[in-house]
């Protein structure tokens, strides 16, 4: 399925929510989706460290300064940089999805 098509099903949920038609088994379902989501984030949060820390102690420096320094085009290029860089970014978007799945 497209995210389009998901996109107009969640407007057509908050159509009907909008319109006084709920239900437990809305609440419930969606809450289940979301715990879902956030279980899944979390297990990829855990994997995401375990890389950042092996490249971490293998040039024994943080990925913050790392990746600073890379992006500043202090380290070079070599492919153990890209790698890292690209696991930084990731890890840093998987904690904004974090935030959003734990705020709401």
Do not use: C, H, P
């Not at 929510?17 to 855990?46: C, H, N, P």
């Amino acid at each position: 399925m497209g995210t389009v098509q998901t996109l107009d099903k969640l407007k057509v949920l908050e159509r009907l929510y909008r319109q006084g038609v709920w239900s437990e088994v809305f609440d419930r379902t969606i809450d289940k989706l979301l715990a879902i989501e956030l279980e899944q984030a979390l297990a990829e949060k855990a994997d995401l460290e375990k890389r950042l820390a092996t490249y971490e102690a293998q040039y024994g420096m943080n990925s913050t300064d790392f990746y600073r320094r890379f992006r500043a085009g202090e380290l070079g290029d070599e492919m153990d940089f890209v790698e890292w860089s690209v696991f930084y970014e990731m890890y840093q978007a998987l904690l904004e999805r974090l935030e959003v799945l734990r705020t709401g």
